[in-house]
């Protein structure tokens, strides 16, 4: 799939750690998400309902001041990796303040960088296994 937003480049899949319910057991049970991220842009897509399980199992109050947003690179219009088609900017139930970039069609989302981290709070040892998930890319 390639980036929404950085013509010709290839998004490369990445596995998210997070706390899944679903497993049944403590509550730090490990699952993993697979997600696909731009190493240009550090944007991050997310297939339907991804976005929600994972917030769903990680998410924490929001921090005052995250990492900024890029606006220049929010603003940006893009095209579903998968469909090809005008993605929509829709405000983030989680958070309203933040926009994605989502596919009708699809139901898939794409966050650019900075917005993953506001989206899903200021837990500060989940943003840092985001940076180590992130870190090897
Ligand atoms: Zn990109
Ligand atoms: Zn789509």
Request: proline share 10%; hydrophobic share 35%.
């Amino acid at each position: 799939m390639k980036c929404p937003k950085c013509p010709g480049t290839d998004l490369e899949a990445v596995g998210l750690p997070f706390r899944d319910r679903s497993i049944p057991g403590p509550d730090e049970t490990a699952g993993t998400l697979e997600v696909d991220l731009c190493a240009s842009c550090g944007g991050v897509w997310f297939d339907k309902n991804e976005l929600d399980r994972y917030l769903d199992s990680a998410a924490k109050p929001l921090p005052p001041m995250a990492k900024a947003v890029d606006r220049a690179q929010d603003a940006k219009a893009g095209l579903c990796p998968r469909c090809n088609l005008p993605l929509a900017k829709k405000p983030l139930p989680s958070n309203p303040l933040l926009s994605a970039d989502c596919c009708a069609k699809c139901g898939g989302l794409w966050l650019d960088a900075g917005e993953l981290e506001r989206a899903a709070g200021k837990d500060l040892p989940f943003a840092e296994r985001l940076k180590a998930a992130f870190s090897g890319v």
